[in-house]
Every structure is written in C-alpha cells, then in structure tokens.
C-alpha cells in the first residue's frame, strides 16, 4: 500500500516502523496517565512498557523467522529488516510477558494489577501496529472482488489488517470501560487474552499468509484456541481465590 512513508536525505521512514512508534508512545502516555489514578509509580510504568515493548518485538521477531526459517536461511540479512514487516503477535505475546513478569517481581510491583493497567493499552497500540500492517502490504487476506489493491502483489485482497485494527480498537473501548467499574484483579487481563484470542481466530479465516495445517487451522489459530483455554482456566482460578477469601 505504502511501505514507505517520506524520504529526509538518506534516511527512509517507513511506514511500519511509523506506526510502531506511534504504537509504544500512545500506549506509554495513556498507560502512565492511569498509573497516576490508580496510584502507581507512573516512571515504574513506562520502564516497564519499555522492556515489554523491546521484548516483544525481539520475540515477535524470533517467532515469526522461526515460522519462515528456510527463506531467512536463504536470506539472512532479512532477519535484520524490520521495515519489511514480519512479525508474529504470539512470539511477543510470550516473550513479553516473560519480560513483564521478570520486571513486576524485580521492582515489587503488584502483577494482576499491573498487567490489568497495561492490557487496553497493548490493545490499542496492537490496532495502531496493524495499520502499519496494512501500508506496509504484510499479514494480507485472501483474493476478493470486495478488498483493496496491494500494489506489491497486484491484487486484490480482503484487508484483514485493517478488520483487525478495528477489532483491537473495539476490544480496547471495552477494556478501557471494564478497567473503569469494579473488577477482580487479574480480570481485565484475562478478557484481553479471552477477547484477542477469538478476534484472530476467526481473522485468521480470512487470511492467506499461512498454511492450514491441522483439520483446516492455521498454526496461529492453534494457538489462539490455547490462548483462549488459558484465559479461562486463569480467569476461574482468580474468581475461586475471590471467592475464598
């Protein structure tokens, strides 16, 4: 669509990048801003968001040429190109949150309600990543009479990234008023995960980057039905420890 965004001298700015940027600082500032209303330290916050941000993109990054190995052997030097796109949500997902949890225990900082601050923001700034999917012309849907031109491929494709932005965007205006009204600790994460997981997997449906694999599913649909297991089981887990208290 536009891969490229401008051109300052020598130096490109691409339109991926753009929007990952635009992604941490959005979800920084708004995350920073409702740590001062909830009475958290907002600088242990966005250190945090930090280290998520930097893990999840080196994991997200590992992921994905790991799902692509053969052409990164074939082309190392891709490895290294994140303008190009490439990126797989589940390898940031894990890596991420290892890099979240590492950094909570570290500085003591309470690990439900941390991650229930963070969880509409990762959201809002995943819909904002995904336009940056959609200009830089990756994670593409099938042929369709009704989609849009990628003129990197000359065809026309269902715009999946941009139904995922839009799904993103809905799932953060929920959590964002779940996060406002009476919860139990650890309940807005859970419905980020319960939420996201479905999203993509029916997403996932519509797009024609990755293999079926198994009865018809992609890889990362696999995935996403474990996701969805796990929020549930932690989900039961946290409303049996509210319960016995």
């Known amino acids: 669509m536009l891969p490229e965004i401008c051109h300052i001298g020598k130096f490109t700015v691409y339109s991926y990048g753009l929007m990952m940027v635009l992604a941490f600082f959005a979800c920084a500032y708004l ?3 409702q740590a001062g209303r909830e009475g958290l330290d907002g600088q242990k916050v ?3 968001l930090f280290t998520v941000f930097i893990a999840g993109i080196v994991g997200s990054r590992v992921f994905y040429i790991l799902l692509n190995l053969r052409f990164y052997l074939d082309n190392p030097l891709e490895m290294i190109m994140l303008q190009h796109g490439g990126m797989a949500w589940f390898g940031g997902l894990f890596f991420g949150s290892a890099g979240a949890v590492i950094f909570i225990k570290r500085h003591k900082m309470g690990l439900l309600k941390t991650l229930d601050l963070l969880a509409p923001f990762v959201a809002l700034g995943q819909a904002i990543g995904r336009i940056g999917c959609l200009l830089n012309g990756c994670c593409y849907g099938r042929e369709s009479e009704f989609g849009l031109y990628f003129k990197s491929l000359d065809k026309i494709l269902i715009p999946t990234q941009l139904y995922s932005s839009l799904f993103l ?3 953060f205006v929920y ?3 779940r996060q406002e009204r009476r919860h139990l600790p650890g309940e ?3 419905s980020y995960l319960f939420l996201y997981s479905i999203g993509r997997f029916l997403v996932e449906f519509l797009r024609d980057d990755s293999p079926r694999i198994f009865f018809g599913l992609t890889f990362f649909q696999i995935l996403c039905l474990a996701v969805f297991a796990a929020s549930i089981l ?3 887990k946290i409303s049996g420890a509210a319960r016995n208290k």
């Open 175 to 177: 959590l964002r008023f």
């Open 188 to 190: 807005v994460f859970c």
């Open 234 to 236: 932690i989900f039961k």
């Open 169 to 171: 965007t809905a799932i």
């Open 31 to 33: 995350s920073f801003r």
């Open 46 to 48: 966005f250190d945090l």
